[in-house]
């Protein structure tokens, strides 16, 4: 059965059934990637741009090697500074890359929708690998792979992200494509930084962190930009990580195991303890080597490629 | 676009008069010479020879007005200019619009009243100028208030910029009420409002998009009523668009205040879940609102607490809107499409009778500004409004009479088809191509 859709532009929307044929799919690439060559010839005369307009690492180089692993030709495409400052508006810019022949584009923007918008310019499928503060699928999708990998079910595993709700779209995805998968999911951070309406999403708030660990399977710890108490939404990253750090001391008043999780990079010391993030339950390097399994099973279900995966 | 005409003798017949002035409607023939209602009679057809209209089937009415117009000019002639802007007032049946000062150079000096005015002179529409509350549009020091009004000036307003500084629009209210012309205020604070896109709540939640949280217009609210209040100043809240902003004009009329408001017919017929799909000709500013708020608008205007219907008429160019939602400006056009989207989404639906929105569009804005209402009598100007109120059309972005396009009615089924116009010794007959 083929995916439902012809980009991946969010979560919000995609069924249970797509969620899982993209997991199931990347089960097959988790695997490639332990053979001695981790290479398939699958996309092969495939053109992929990664079209970055903010700075990314973890990202970048996870789409860049899935898309390696699977023999397709990538280029990159990395500016900080937009391109209505250059003087060239997004349309053009991305107009002017599809006429150079390419099949497919994997975008990160500051701002929401332009993945959406993207797809109104040109007809390479679009991969959104980050838009402002709204989704960033691949993330969630991977994070799902992880839980998925530890757990074998989501149904009713519980998942409380921890953190800047407000400015994450990690949250975002991860809010709509658990509870595709029936998850439950908890939200735990200042008040300042849990979005207006969000229980609508079908999801638990709560300001207390230690609330949120009694009640969880696993944490999923949002890193926590310095700029957002610069902008005077907490006083202090001294506070932040009084009130709602993971710290060792948390977990173990909890007396439960607990997996944790960062979709990084981690600000030690701050959202997360070392201690905690280099911890047996710590899955956060798993989330990272499945990434690039996840991503590649979504470029290779978008690429409308129907041989099979060997 | 069809001409505009000078006729020495028109008449209008078949058609039947509505005087929003005392609600009466009449089955009469109006014949015009020179500009002025030479005759108001019943079978005037006879043996005349000048230009006739035949309005069998219309109503004949005094001309709407639209107080909130940005005309662009001068500045941005490429978005609208004078003439097409007054062509797409023609075209939504207009015959007075105030031209907003958020023009370069911005209209805060009797040289660009006198600009307006003289530029205005030319058209069928009246083109009153609104001139800044202060220099620049920048919120500091008051403009030259007396002798913008002497020059021209109907009202004052740094529309798109609130006054920020509460000691300034004191000090503004306080000055103009000498003039007994309106303070037009654009609320917003501008410190819970920055860097919003669109209504704060769970559309942006959703969308990803950051907000600006209803109460970044009520606050403003609540500060200018207090400001009149106590200054005796006559506050105009434009674009009023939620619920909370509503109840406190609501209030301040009750206590006396010289508090008005007007709506704009976007806020009246969508909310924040058309943005579904980040339409930037859905970004404006006020934003869309909830559900809610538009439901409590549409009480606020049957009630009477709402006293105007305005556009906010806003042209961009097609590059300034073509690109990511955070990159476009705030505005859309709605000159040619407020009447039809008035009578399509609050009247067909039966929430109002057709002569209470006509007088919010003929009586109030005159009203709000002191102007006298044009009367349907003989011996007066002609200025009138010919419209056939059940009649549906269909909204053709190709074929609209303003310079821009950036409007998201494309496609939208609308009813009441403006005949012509009539106004200064004009008249302007719709062709078939209609917006």
Redesign the interface.
């Known amino acids: 059965m083929p995916l439902q859709q012809k980009h991946l532009l969010g979560l919000e929307g995609v069924s249970a059934e797509d969620i899982s044929l993209i997991l199931d799919t990347a089960t097959t690439f988790r695997e490639i990637l332990d053979r001695p060559i981790p290479k398939v010839p699958t996309l092969r005369g495939l053109t992929v741009v990664n079209l970055f307009y903010e700075a990314s690492t973890r990202t970048r180089i996870s789409f860049e090697l899935a898309e390696k692993r699977l023999s397709a030709d990538s280029v990159n495409f990395t500016t900080s500074t937009s391109s209505v400052k250059k003087g060239e508006t997004l349309k053009d810019t991305i107009r002017n890359i599809e006429a150079m022949k390419i099949d497919m584009v994997v975008v990160r923007h500051q701002a929401a929708g332009v993945p959406r918008f993207l797809t109104q310019c040109v007809d390479a499928a679009i991969i959104n690998a980050g838009d402002g503060m709204h989704e960033h699928p691949t993330q969630a999708l991977l994070d799902m792979f992880t839980l998925r990998e530890k757990f074998a079910k989501l149904q009713g595993l519980r998942v409380a992200i921890i953190g800047d709700i407000s400015h994450s779209r990690v949250a975002g995805s991860n809010i709509r494509g658990l509870k595709a998968m029936g998850a439950e999911v908890m939200l735990c951070g200042p008040k300042t930084l849990i979005p207006r309406d969000v229980e609508k999403f079908g999801v638990q708030v709560t300001y207390d962190v230690e609330d949120a660990i009694a009640w969880a399977d696993v944490l999923n710890v949002l890193r926590i930009q310095l700029e957002r108490q610069e902008a005077g939404l907490f006083p202090t990253l001294r506070e932040y990580h009084a009130e709602f750090g993971i710290t060792q001391q948390r977990l173990e008043r909890a007396k439960k195991d607990i997996t944790i999780m960062h979709p990084g990079p981690i600000n030690r010391g701050v959202e997360l303890d070392a201690d905690v993030a280099d911890a047996e339950y710590s899955v956060i390097l798993n989330q990272v080597t499945n990434g690039v399994a996840v991503r590649m099973a979504v470029l290779y279900l978008l690429s409308g490629n129907e041989e099979s995966v060997s | 676009m069809n001409e505009i005409k000078k006729a020495k003798a028109l008449l209008l017949s078949g058609g039947t008069i509505y005087d929003a002035s005392d609600g009466s409607h009449k089955r009469l023939d109006i014949l015009i010479a020179d500009g002025k209602i030479k005759q108001l009679g019943t079978d005037l057809a006879d043996g005349f020879s000048g230009e006739k209209i035949d309005a069998s089937g219309h109503l004949l009415m005094q001309g709407l007005m639209d107080m909130h117009v940005h005309l662009r000019e001068p500045g941005r002639e490429d978005e609208e200019t004078i003439e097409s802007g007054c062509a797409a007032a023609m075209a939504g049946g207009m015959t007075a619009v105030c031209a907003m000062p958020n023009t370069t150079p911005p209209c805060d000096s009797q040289e660009v009243v006198r600009f307006l005015k003289k530029r205005g002179e030319e058209q069928l529409v009246e083109v009153l100028p609104i001139a800044c509350v202060s220099k620049k549009r920048a919120g500091a020091e008051i403009t030259e208030m007396a002798e913008l009004v002497k020059a021209g000036a109907v009202a004052f307003s740094d529309d798109g910029n609130p006054v920020a500084n509460t000691a300034v629009m004191r000090a503004a209210l306080e000055y103009s009420s000498m003039f007994e012309v309106p303070l037009i205020e654009h609320c917003e604070d501008p410190h819970l409002a920055a860097g919003g896109h669109m209504h ?3 559309m ?8 600006q ?1 209803d109460i970044a217009e009520s606050i403003m609210v609540a500060r200018n009523i207090a400001l009149a209040e106590y200054t005796g100043g006559h506050i105009h809240i434009a674009h009023i668009s939620t619920a909370k902003s509503l109840e406190l004009v609501r209030r301040g009329k009750e206590n006396g205040v010289k508090v008005t408001c007007e709506v704009t017919p976007h806020h009246l017929a969508l909310s924040d879940e058309a943005l579904i ?2 339409d930037t000709n859905l970004k404006m500013n006020p934003p869309l609102r909830s559900r809610l708020d538009v439901e409590a608008l549409k009480i606020g205007l049957r009630d009477g607490t709402i006293d105007a219907i305005a556009s906010d008429h806003a042209p961009h160019s097609i ?1 300034e809107k ?6 476009a400006p705030f505005g859309i056009l709605g000159l040619e499409t407020m009447l039809g989207i008035i009578l399509k989404h609050l009247v067909q639906t039966g929430e109002m009778r057709l002569e209470e929105v006509l007088k919010k569009m003929i009586i109030g804005p005159r009203q709000i500004l002191g102007l006298p209402l044009p009367r349907i009598k003989e011996g007066e100007v002609a200025n009138l409004t010919i419209l056939q109120p059940d009649a549906a059309w269909t909204v053709r972005k190709a074929n609209l009479h303003s310079l821009s396009r950036n409007m998201p009615y494309d496609g939208w089924e609308l009813n009441g088809r403006v005949l012509g116009v009539v106004n200064r010794g004009y008249f302007w007959v719709a062709g078939e191509a209609r917006p």
């Open positions: 704060e709540g769970w942006s939640t959703r969308l990803g998009l950051p907000g949280p799909d980040y590059e073509d690109v990511e939602f955070a990159a």
